[in-house]
């Protein structure tokens, strides 16, 4: 499945329309045909009492169908018309016609006030955003501002279900410039629109569903548009590794996880369990001396090289005790607990130079020591992950974190083609861009992901599967999906409150089991 913006699913109507030769008041047919269905899928009683919000454009000729279909149902819809007839044109003016010549009632919001609209909201069990739609550039002008604050009234009173995307929200990158609804549930025509992982848009849109109105998906190869992948279960089961079941340890991988500081020691640790408990054979955790005992005591399924230590990081010699044993590893953490310290771009610098063609996954601190040494990243002839959070990545292109969240998709795809690496950029919906400009988006994971230690955690189980044979955008999006899901699986029973680290892993391994 992809995402798609507002230019890429008006070509795709068009190409519909155009040459496969499918009339675009069929498309709208279908379309409030669906919707019905959802409807009545999520109604919670026989009848509901169902207020249909139109505007002027084809998102409102969704919704004189939709009405229609509900009468046809024998229930009794209340549509409210929040635009001019006369400004009706197209399909919508065609389907209004119909709406109108079958004599339906119909609340014309020009000829009565907002204290009138709100009576008919008052008596809704179901409220349908058919207002604007995907064509929304810039604030809500009046009187939909207005009509839009006043159905927000009733959220979670009230079911608020909005037509292919909530009205006010910008498809192309979820931005709300004033007034937008705030869903329970979203309909979206053929893909889910980028708008919904992007800005404000996860805050708007509630559960969303994509549904079919014969716009082929295929089309969109068709047009050769170049479009984000969103992450489901069956994309993330085929990119979790295949385990023979006549493997041993050393079928599945050695990782190697260098991190830890005197004031850091559990974040390689919750590497070192992720790794191990999502499947691969041997974890080595190289960690300072100083923090050995502490790491070895909570974490005895590790093996272990205690390097030399400075002021409670690795120090300079610590890189010939390395130098000898890299070659044993498969794949490689850097960073999880690292910390900052005098000398540790160098050290860093220096380490890259030792490894052979490995894949590397680096995180935290080692993000913000190798900032300035992407001239050798770019150099090196393995795969290279990076996983910043917003923060991280802000300091990577030496921008606001602002601007990062603000162009998240286009950001993440030009760092990862400039400097030939792969990048998973967290935060609400991550996203993954690889150096051939590949891009997926993970529409899971909520708040319970949000302490420290969960992003250790993931970068555990980017190095597991990589170990295990993974290609590196299978390794990054199945950890994605497993890890965002076992944060939502948990916090069911531990709360939103409650998901720790250690939880996580024990949720991913709960999830391997369902899916893998």
Not at 139 to 151: L, Y
Not at 424 to 442: D, F, Q, T
Request: proline content about 5%.
């Amino acid at each position: 499945m992809f995402a798609a913006g507002q230019k890429e699913m008006q070509q795709m109507d068009q190409y519909t329309m155009n040459k496969i030769g499918l009339p675009g008041v069929v498309l709208m047919e279908n379309a409030g045909a669906a919707v019905v269905e959802e409807i009545l899928r999520c109604a919670s009683c026989e009848s509901p009492k169902v207020v249909v919000l139109a505007g002027g454009g084809n998102n409102g000729g969704d919704g004189f169908v939709i009405a229609r279909r509900l009468f046809d149902l024998g229930l009794k819809p209340s549509l409210c018309l929040l635009a001019s007839p006369a400004r009706l044109k197209g399909d919508a003016k065609i389907q209004f016609n119909v709406y109108v010549n079958r004599k339906l009632p119909i609340f014309y919001f020009q000829e009565n006030t907002i204290k009138d609209l709100r009576n008919v909201l008052d008596r809704a069990d179901i409220i349908v955003d058919a207002i604007l739609g995907t064509g929304v550039n810039g604030p809500v002008r009046p009187p939909f501002d207005s009509v839009i604050s006043m159905v927000n009234e009733y959220h979670g009173e009230k079911l608020i279900i909005s037509v292919d995307i909530p009205s006010g929200v910008s498809s192309d990158n979820g931005k709300v410039a004033g007034a937008a609804i705030k869903a329970d549930k979203t309909i979206s025509f053929v893909f889910p629109k980028k708008g919904f992982f992007l800005q404000d848009g996860p805050k708007h849109i509630g559960e969303w569903k994509a549904v079919d109105i014969s716009v082929p998906p295929s089309i969109a190869a068709d047009l050769e548009f170049d479009l984000p992948k969103v992450i489901t279960e069956s994309l993330a089961k085929k990119c979790i590794p295949v385990r023979p079941q006549q493997g041993h340890k050393g079928t599945f991988g050695h990782v190697l996880v260098v991190g830890g500081s005197l004031h850091f020691v559990g974040a390689p640790i919750f590497t070192a369990k992720a790794v191990l408990k999502s499947g691969a054979g041997l974890v080595t955790l190289a960690v300072p001396k100083n923090i050995y005992p502490m790491a070895a005591a909570q974490n005895p399924e590790s093996l272990f090289l205690p390097l030399p230590e400075a002021d409670g990081h690795f120090a300079e010699a610590g890189l010939e005790e390395l130098a000898g044993r890299l070659s044993q590893f498969d794949s490689i953490a850097i960073g999880p607990g690292m910390g900052r310290f005098s000398g540790g771009e160098k050290w860093l610098g220096t380490l890259f130079g030792l490894l052979e063609n490995q894949s590397v996954v680096v995180d935290a601190d080692a993000l913000y020591l190798l900032r300035n040494e992407l001239d050798r990243i770019r150099q090196y002839k393995g795969d290279v992950i990076f996983t910043p959070h917003p923060g991280e990545m802000a300091r990577l292109l030496n921008c606001t974190v602002k601007e990062v969240e603000e162009n998240r998709l286009d950001a993440a795809q030009k760092f990862a083609r400039e400097n030939s690496v792969y990048l998973l950029l967290k935060g609400h919906r991550s996203v993954i861009a690889g150096p051939l400009g590949e891009v997926y988006i993970n529409p899971y994971g909520h708040d319970a992901l949000g302490k420290g230690g969960s992003g250790d955690v993931l970068t555990g189980l980017i190095t597991s599967f990589l170990a295990q044979g993974a290609g590196v955008l299978d390794a990054i999006v199945a950890a994605s999906y497993l890890h965002a899901k076992a944060g939502e699986e948990k916090a069911k029973t531990l709360s939103h409150y409650g998901v720790t680290p250690l939880d996580i892993i024990d949720g991913v391994r709960e999830q391997l089991n369902l899916i893998g």
